[in-house]
Each structure stands twice: as C-alpha cells, then as structure tokens.
C-alpha cells in the first residue's frame, strides 16, 4: 500500500460506517500522499485504483489548505480566433507515482473529448466541519464535435526537504493545424469565502498580469497581516520576462472569459496563452507553496515579525520570491528546460548558423560543444540536445528522440551545409539547404534574436 494510503482508507471507513453505507461505492479518492519538510502531506489525485478524477491536483495539503487545487482547463482556437474547444477541464492523465516523489503521465489527456467525467459529492464532515468530497464517474460526457486537438502529460515533482510542489505540463498539437491554446492552472482554495490575499510580487495586495508570484491566505478579517487559518498558500506562476501569462480567471466560472474576485473568491486560475504548430510541443510550469496553519495562535505585534506580517505568511512571502527568482529546474534536461514557455530560459550561445536559401525563415542553430539546437522550419520552432561529431572542419548533428528526427552537416571549410527534420506525421521533411553560411542573418522564423556567434 502506497504511502498514508492505510490513513485515508481508515477515515473513510470510519465515516462510511457512521452514515450506514459502503465504502466502495461510490468510491472516496485516488490518492498517493507524501510528506513535506513541514510535516504536512501532498495528497496528490493519481492514477491509484480506479481513479477518478485522476488530475494531479493537491486534494487537502493538511489542515484544509486545499479543496482539490492544481487542476488544469484547457480552451483551444483557431489562428482566427474561431473556439474549438472552450473550457475543458482535464483528468484521466493515469498519473503514476514512481516512489521517487515524483508522478508522472503514462498516457496523456487529449483536449477535444469531452473534459473531465467525473463529479463531486460532499458526504460526512472532516476537519473544520468541512464535508467529506466523492468522486464519482459519469458514464457519458459530450465531446465537441471538431475531435481531438491537444494531448497534455503532467510531471508532478515534490523535493525531498523543501514544503513546494512543482507542476510541468507539456502541451502537443495532434493536429495538422496550428492551433491557439489557452491554459487556466487553479482550482479550489480551502480558505473558502475568507481567502485573503496576503501580498503578491508586485508588492501589493493584487494578483494580476503584473504579478509572477502571489500568497493567500484564510482571514476571517480578510487581514493580509492576520493570523493564516488555514496554512498560507504562495502561488509561483511564472519568470518576470515571460509573455505567455494574460489573465487570472475564475476557475468554476470560465477563467478564459470570467476574472478571478481576490479577496473572498476560493477559485483562481492563472490563465496562459500560446500557438502551436502542428506536432509541436510547448510547457508550461508553476509551483505551489503550502505553509502551516496558525489556527489558535497568539499575533505577535507588528514591530516583532518583518514587515507586519505573522511569522508563517512572512515564510510564505519569502519563499514565493525566493522560488520564482530561483526556480527548481534543475533535475531537467536542455530540451525539457527549453519547452517551457513561461520560465524562458536563458540565452544559449549557438556557434553554428544554417539558414535556408529558398526560405529565409528556416533556420537551424547549433551549440557544437554541447548539441543544443533550435529547428525553426515554416512557423515552428524545436529545440533539443543531439550528438555532435568532428572531423576536422566538418560537423555533424543527429538527434532522434522518437517525435522528431533532426540530421545536419556542416563544413566550415566551404561555408556550406544542410540540414533535415522528419515529423512522425509529415510525408516530407522541412529541409535546409545552405550554400554560403557566411551571408545568413541567424533569425529564427518566430522573430526572437539568438545570441549566436560565427
């Protein structure tokens, strides 16, 4: 039995038992809980049993932080902004958790099914007063019409010794259209009617499109330097030269349309936007805080904690700032790193330039030191980490990770060179044929400078 599952499986004996019905049915959760450095657990919705809802959010983080928080909508466009799909919620990612505190998808959610299938019941009382939730799965959902657009894998990361969660979710076109995608990250904050916002990046007491990071908190004063009754959350959403971000919405009331209340309003959704090409892959990451409650404790005066605020909404403004300065991404490879979009990453120096001389757009970089890559071909860009080789004044670059299959040559001695990328789905490849590198501008198709040298 998975970790504290024993724990869960007892409560909800006992509360079936009290009520007089079965504990199998409808079932309770699906759940894998394990501990932060404070004590307090992840209990993260996976793929354990017969899951359902099976969509990685945090269900109570200890002490009601949570009430099912870090779920994923999904709407999808057209490039003329015609939708596709609107306000999908995702589930089904069959999360499996490796022992290693990590969940990853074994087969992803695809976007254009139908959404989530599974509903919630509130049953018997737990901490608080608060109900117990169900899950229960519908045997139908209405799909959209269009079929299926985006499929979505999440990798879910809780460090040993740190009290943050990090979620990455990579995004693919399936399609053989570009497509807008518009991503909603949130769900339901356990501070319920009395959820404050207790500061935020910008250093006031708003999270909007300013903001990279924020913290709330449960106040029944909704006094950012009160007392956190349930333990303070920081909500760390994105780098300070990310351009993807453009809203925070609603999460149960359409985030794509519907901005999110502040104080008083349980259910953010930071809103991301971006175009992808067909058989593209984009991420995006964020991160969750969770503090401890301080419930029953005495406020220390202002002049006793910095900055006025109580010691453990103080810990959660310190490391929401420290985290979003200093992400945690490196156990990543160079090609993982490179996909998310709102943590860019930084400038890779690329030695080596082949740019098409039929489309100028069709641009390939390369670090022929470390194999790092950027394929930019008719609006797409890929990036990736090959095998160089070299012999003399000739350089190769193969890559073949199973999406894609990137092969170049370079000869430096003649300043010519050509360069190949397969898709799966595509019957011919995006090719470049370069015979003089010394006349190439190095502009990628998507109209970003790359620090490249000659």
Known sequence: MKPKMLRKLCIALTISLFLGTSIWSPRTWAITEIFSANGNVWDVHDNTDDPCPDNGAVEDGS???????????????DLSDNILVDDEELCD???????????????????????????????????????????????????????????????IYAPTGTDYIRYIDTFTNITGSPQKVSVAWGGDLGSDEETTIAGSSSGDLNITTD????VTIENPSLDPLGLAI????????????????????????????????????????????????????????????RGLSEEGQTRPTPAAVSGGASPEVQLALLTSADLQANPDFTDLS??????????????????????DDSVSGNVLLINSTTGEYQYCCNGATFTGTGTIKKRGQLISLN?????????ATVDKATHRGTASLQLPHATTPCTITDRNTLNNTCQCNGGGEVEQKR
């Open 399 to 407: 890559h073949n990770p199973g999406d894609r299959k990137v092969v």
């Open 63 to 77: 002490d009601d932080a949570f009430d099912g928080y870090g779920s994923l909508r999904v709407r999808v466009q």
């Open 334 to 355: 160079p090609t993982q790193r490179a996909l998310i979009v709102n943590w860019p990453a930084g400038a890779i120096v690329y030695d080596v330039c082949l740019q």
């Open 230 to 289: 349930d333990p303070p959350v920081g909500h760390i959403f994105r780098a300070a030269d990310d351009t993807a971000f453009i809203s925070v919405g609603n999460y149960f009331n359409n985030p794509f349309t519907n901005g999110w209340g502040g104080n008083e309003d349980d259910s953010p959704a930071f809103v991301f936007q971006f175009t992808l090409a067909p058989d593209e892959s984009k991420s995006l990451a964020y991160f969750i805080y």
């Open 93 to 155: 990612f069959n999360l499996q958790w490796d022992e290693g505190r990590r969940w990853s998808t074994l087969s992803p959610a695809l976007v254009g099914t139908g959404g989530c299938d599974c509903v919630t019941e509130e049953r018997g009382a737990l901490t608080k007063g608060k109900p117990l939730r169900q899950y229960t799965r519908l045997s139908t959902v209405a799909a959209p019409a269009g079929g299926v657009y985006v499929s979505v894998s999440r990798a």
């Open 211 to 214: 903001d990279t990071w924020g």
